[in-house]
């Protein structure tokens, strides 16, 4: 049974950071991709699958970006604890969001994502004013 859990979530100034974590349980870790995505509010009634891709990184540690968070934002992981990150910086109020890792296999670079998804968090809510 594959676990993701979220934290790290929070509300912050424009201009302030924030670090989100998911950690993994049930799989493999480092043998999968893994990945942060994230919903506006309103967007809620959507399908998680359709929500905006943020940034995603290989089992090679190969790491691929939306626009939207290129310069500002850095998606890590550590195989040992078995926990993804998401370091944001520079935060803007259009960052304000539901932000998920999602778990699963194949780097799409020019989509920034997860070429398929296995697994959801439940999320974490970033508040940016």
């Known amino acids: 049974h594959v676990q993701l859990v979220e934290s790290g979530g929070g509300s912050v100034q424009a201009g302030g950071s924030l670090r989100l974590s998911c950690a993994v349980s049930g799989l493999t870790y480092s043998t999968f991709c893994m990945g942060w995505f994230r919903q506006a509010p309103g967007k809620e009634h959507e399908a998680l699958a359709a929500?905006?891709?943020?940034?995603?990184?290989?089992?090679?540690?190969?790491?691929t970006y939306a626009d939207s968070a290129k310069g500002r934002f850095t998606i890590s992981k550590d195989n040992a604890k078995n926990t993804l990150y998401l370091q944001m910086n520079s935060l803007k109020p259009e960052d304000t969001a539901m932000y998920y890792c999602?778990?699963?296999?194949?780097?799409?670079?020019?989509?920034?994502?997860?070429?398929?998804?296995?697994?959801w968090g439940d999320g974490t809510q970033v508040t940016v004013s």
């Open positions: 999602a778990a699963g296999s194949g780097v799409d670079g020019a989509a920034a994502r997860c070429r398929a998804i296995y697994s």
């Open positions: 929500s905006e891709a943020i940034a995603a990184i290989g089992n090679d540690g190969r790491t």
